[in-house]
């Protein structure tokens, strides 16, 4: 229920309600016998071409902006020494007691 709620749900509902304002539009524009307004003529398709190049864009962005990350490092949770939290992270295996560091290649 959780998950229908949280993801489901928020992705759905928007389409159901443009989609019963629609049904109510044209079942009225039918009986009033004005011409009846067709799914597309409305501003749902500017709405999803911007959602799409939101979403090429944002892709874009975090592809070229993000650099990976230490690609060879260990995740070091965060932890207490001497009474002070220190924070964790990804951190290079050569920078974690226990590990070794990579050995070059030839």
């Not at 309600?17 to 067709?38: C, F, L, Q, T």
């Not at 070229?64 to 939290?85: A, C, I, N, S, T």
């Amino acid at each position: 229920m959780r998950v229908f709620l949280q993801y489901v749900l928020p992705l759905l509902l928007p389409t159901l309600v443009y989609v019963a304002y629609m049904a109510n539009r044209r079942s009225r524009a039918a009986k009033a016998g004005d011409e009846v307004p067709d799914w597309l003529t409305g501003p749902i398709y500017w709405y999803v071409l911007a959602g799409g190049l939101l979403l090429v864009g944002s892709f874009a962005f975090l592809f070229f902006k993000e650099d990976g990350g230490v690609g060879d490092g260990v995740y070091q949770p965060p932890r207490v020494e001497d009474g002070k939290v220190i924070d964790g992270g990804f951190k290079p295996k050569s920078a974690v007691p226990g590990t070794t560091a990579p050995k070059p290649a030839d």
